[in-house]
């Protein structure tokens, strides 16, 4: 069964960083493009970064561009979104979603950006 | 990296057949077929309904269909039920090598 978990969600104060993650199980992590999705509280789906199956290739949201940083880890079975100088309006759950139709979503982790 | 329209709520009675539009530009939604669909129920993760513009997953009602002409892509419903009401919020690669998503329609089923 195929399973997306993120983590390394919470609250950080405005200008701080955060680090989420993202562990697949479940299929060969190694094989797929996956990504980062947000969601701010009520609102809708924005795609913040994907990256390819070796992590060569990275591309960013306009709005993140800069101050995100997407890898993996293909050994760990894990994604990750190292996440810099935070403002107010990255607070959302992040969701991570696998392959170039986000057939499979992980269950979310909220980062609330707050003072 | 504007995000598509999409009306901001549909609705429709049990068994009625409804239509959400998604318009773009030729840079995403009119230039490629990797047009996909997603529903939402409130407090879970999105599921994917459609792909590549009209491709059903696997376990995905045949109830759900999706077109595209030009820069305008359209998922049908049809037979509503009461479990259809949810968020749906459709999705396009564009020619920046990003993803783009609509902005949400909330479907009420009377």
């Known amino acids: 069964e195929v399973q997306l978990v993120e983590s390394g969600g919470g609250l950080v104060q405005p200008g701080g960083s955060l680090r989420l993650s993202c562990a697949a199980s479940?299929?060969?992590?190694?094989?797929?493009?996956m990504h980062w999705v947000r969601q701010a509280p009520g609102k809708g789906l924005v795609w913040v970064s994907h990256i390819n199956s070796d992590g060569s290739i990275t591309t960013y949201a306009d709005s993140v561009k800069g101050r995100f940083t997407i890898s993996r880890d293909n050994a760990k079975n894990t994604m990750y979104l190292q996440m810099n100088s935070l403002g107010v309006e990255d607070t959302a759950v992040y969701y991570c979603?696998?392959?170039?139709?986000?057939?499979?979503w992980g269950q979310g982790t909220l980062v609330t950006v707050s003072s | 990296q504007s995000a598509l329209t999409q009306p901001a709520s549909v609705s429709g009675s049990p068994g009625q057949s409804i239509t959400i539009s998604c318009t773009g530009t030729s840079s995403d939604v009119g230039g490629y077929n990797y047009v996909s669909w997603y529903q939402q129920h409130p407090g879970k993760a999105p599921k994917l309904m459609i792909y590549d513009v009209s491709n059903r997953p696997s376990g995905v009602s045949n109830r759900f269909s999706g077109s595209k002409s030009g820069n305008t892509a359209s998922l049908t419903i049809s037979g509503l039920q009461a479990d259809d009401e949810a968020d749906y919020y459709c999705s396009s690669y564009t020619n920046s090598n990003t993803r783009v998503f609509g902005g949400g329609t909330k479907l009420t089923v009377l």
């Open positions: 979603a696998r392959d170039q139709w986000y057939a499979y």
């Open positions: 479940g299929f060969t992590f190694s094989s797929y493009w």
